[in-house]
């Protein structure tokens, strides 16, 4: 299940008007403290993408990062610079404090 927050909703749904015909594509990216982190992008459905809708918005999910998707939260960090992160709710991983990257143990 993901979770999305009000203000990342609006954060979303406002680069997607600027950005038409893009969708929030989540994928698993390298990084972080723990090693691993789930990154939004805004981009084209890909092949073999899998599509996931929640609060009206359809996202895109790599099929690498789908099985990490299960319990996550998108929220929009707040102030000047602000960015849109994804934590991993999971208890499954070892996470980093913060919770934005997590280290797969599989």
Known sequence: MIKIQNDALTAIMEAIKLNLGK??????????????MLVLTLDNIHSGDIEYSEQGLTFAIEPVAEPYTEN????????????????????EYVKCRCGKSFKITK
């Open 72 to 91: 996550i939260t998108i929220y929009k960090k707040p102030g000047l610079m602000s960015e849109i992160l994804i934590r991993n709710n999971s208890t």
């Open 23 to 36: 969708y929030p594509r989540i994928v698993l990216r390298s990084g972080g403290c723990a090693g691993h």
